[in-house]
């Protein structure tokens, strides 16, 4: 019972990390990002490809950078242009992104699966409560509420943080405030796109890395994001958390169903409140 | 004579609900254009036509949707798989009524299911939309994974299709030229009911509701059941290529309810274009004689695909229809006069 609870857990905060920062870029460009999982996945792959080389913490530092300049170019290159076009034109267009990326992570690690071990010192085992349990899933908790932890603060007291809530909230009073939007755009992309990187990265040794891995997660931190309320962190974790134990209970319980029930949630959210738990209306 | 032009959105006259005698005679060259290509093409064109006709009904339903109500879905990849497994449960020595009538059943039902789907969800609109049709189309191919007993699960269920339906042997439609002219024919017929249904006061009232909902209420109209129709409409159409799938390929996967064929199905309604009826199924044939190209190209035909996608998408949104169109007015030298029909 209780490590099904710590699974649920462990699944949660990783989907909460991830949809984190598909909440951050809806926040500020009102666009839901198709490539997200894509991003996730290259920051799986290139985490990878630096780990085996180079060990465990150099790939965490190099899929959070390489993603963060990935997402700061797709802003400068696509999004702001996009800026005043109707928000579906940019989420068909972020679905292009993603086969492009879909290509590139094919082409450059082919079709198979890769495993990636954890780190030496993550690798046993702990006794809870006389279960045992993988060192490493504690660690995914810790890191994902260390990165959590670390966006709330400074969206709440850092000096950029409140310039992006405004620039989120309305862009041009910002600007008229003396907010430099313009900079505001590419340092959110690309801070959300390194937060789907490195949950790619620390994924990786608890799930595998495959080229289909980023398209069955974007759907679930769809799920997230839109049960808590596109836009709202505070309903994205009650959503993440809530998703990640019905996962964890519902294989053990309703293996049947356990897989449709995030959709069924999803769509029950959708019909009797549309806006999600946490949204507002509009 | 004035009652009748006063009243013209409540009752229009049967002739003016037909389209052109010039647009009908297009549709009776399509087909005839299809019985040439059946019988004379290549198998290997006869087989890629034939597959892009059936997927055809499935962009036209996305498209459908993006034209009459502005509404992406990213789950229409259900009611097409679920006419294929209709299809194949229809055939099945199982089934409690007989295939021939099964299979007539099936789009009606599919589309009765999206009208009552279409009810509950009638508020909902733009992103949610998508994300609401994307659970949808998710659960349904969970679902098909999970319940083996009735899917065959990832296997899928090969299909007997009996020697005879409707009293026609029907070996001819499991080759690509007997397939290309029989769902060529019921495409260009959904087409025609589709351009009816456009000048009925259903259709009228739709697109008056996607410009704006909250103006037609005030004038007095129920907006709820127009735009269920045209929900409904727009997944019987995929599930009647669901059932011409089954009949061709004999054989159903939940390959065909991915959320990936979903989002094809989405890129060939968009690189067709919502200005007119018929572009979505130039989206789809273009799709797969692009994909045929490149495929043999070159193995990056995903980040092709991608880009076009993106071009298209931001600088030249009315795709084909919109540039067939254009290319037409400079033609004949005339001046658009406004949403060409």
Redesign the interface.
């Known amino acids: 019972m209780l490590i099904n609870a710590l699974n649920g857990l462990v699944y949660g905060s990783l989907l909460f990390v991830l949809s984190a920062g598909l909440v951050l870029v809806y926040g500020l460009r009102r666009v ?1 990002n198709f490539a997200h999982g894509a991003l996730y996945m290259l920051g799986a792959y290139i985490g990878w490809s630096v780990a085996t080389l180079y060990g465990f913490a150099a790939g965490v530092v190099a899929a959070g950078v390489a993603l963060a300049a990935v997402g700061v170019v797709l802003d400068l290159v ?1 999004f702001r ?2 800026a005043g076009r109707q ?3 940019t ?3 972020t ?6 990326l ?3 992570v ?2 450059v690690w082919g079709t198979g699966n890769r495993a990636l071990d954890p780190p030496a010192a993550l690798d046993g085992v702990v006794e809870i409560f006389g279960a045992p349990f993988p060192v490493y899933r504690l660690f995914i908790v810790a890191a994902s509420a260390a990165m959590a932890g670390g966006l709330a603060a400074w969206l709440r007291w850092g000096r950029t943080g409140l310039f992006v809530r405004a620039a989120s909230h309305d862009a041009s009073v910002a600007a008229m405030c003396g907010v430099r939007t313009a900079a505001i755009g590419p340092m959110v992309v690309g801070l959300g796109a390194a937060f789907a990187g490195l949950s790619g990265i620390v994924a990786a040794p608890f799930l595998s890395i495959h080229p289909s891995m980023g ?1 069955e997660i974007l ?1 679930l931190s ?2 997230v994001s ?1 049960i808590g309320g ?1 836009g709202s962190f505070a309903g994205a974790f009650v959503a993440a958390m809530l998703l990640g134990q019905v996962q964890s209970f519902g294989t053990v319980l309703l293996p ?2 356990a ?2 029930l ?3 949630l ?2 029950g959210v ?2 009797f409140r ?1 806006q999600g738990i946490a949204g507002t209306k509009g | 004579m004035s009652a009748m032009t006063e009243h013209t959105l409540a009752a229009p006259a049967v002739t003016r609900l037909l389209p052109k005698p010039g647009t009908l005679l297009v549709g009776l060259v399509v087909i005839g254009v299809a019985v040439v290509a059946a019988s004379s093409a290549p198998r290997v064109l006869a087989s890629l036509l034939t597959q892009s006709v059936i997927v055809a009904f499935l962009a036209l339903g996305v498209g459908l949707l993006i034209r009459i109500s502005g509404l992406v879905s990213f789950g229409h990849a259900a009611p097409f798989g679920l006419g294929a497994y209709g299809a194949a449960w229809a055939l099945s020595p199982a089934a409690p009524i007989a295939p021939e009538i099964g299979l007539l059943l099936i789009a009606p039902a599919i589309g009765a299911a999206f009208f009552l789907i279409g009810l509950v969800v009638s508020r909902i609109e733009g992103i949610a939309f998508g994300m609401l049709t994307l659970a949808l189309g998710q659960s349904v191919h969970v679902a098909a994974n999970k319940f083996r007993t009735l899917s065959g699960g990832s296997d899928g269920l090969i299909v007997d299709v009996p020697r005879r339906l409707w009293g026609f042997r029907t070996e001819a439609l499991q080759t690509a030229s007997g397939m290309l002219i029989v769902a060529v024919a019921a495409l260009m017929a959904v087409l025609l009911a589709l351009a009816v249904f456009e000048r009925t006061r259903a259709g009228r009232l739709a697109v008056a509701i996607r410009e704006n909902e909250e103006r037609v209420r005030f004038l007095g109209y129920r907006t709820r059941a127009p735009k269920a129709v045209v929900l409904a409409l727009s997944a019987a159409i995929p599930a009647l290529g669901g059932v011409l799938f089954t009949l061709y390929q004999g054989f159903v996967s939940p390959e065909i309810l991915t959320w990936g064929f979903s989002g094809q199905a989405l890129i060939m309604a968009i690189l067709g274009g919502s200005v007119a009826l018929w572009g979505p199924i130039a989206g789809a044939l273009a799709f797969f004689v692009l994909r045929e190209e490149l495929g043999g190209l070159t193995s990056h035909w995903l980040a092709i695909l991608g880009t076009t996608l993106i071009v298209v998408t931001v600088t030249w949104p009315t795709g084909l229809a919109g540039a067939f169109g254009a290319l037409g007015r400079r033609l004949t030298g005339t001046v658009a006069k406004g949403d060409p029909a």
């Open positions: 839901v696509l242009r996009l928000p579906l034109i989420v068909i267009v679905f292009g992104v993603l086969l492009i879909e290509d590139v094919r082409s398209s759907v769809f799920v839109v596109l049947e169903l897989a449709l995030p959709f069924l999803m769509a959708l019909i549309p």
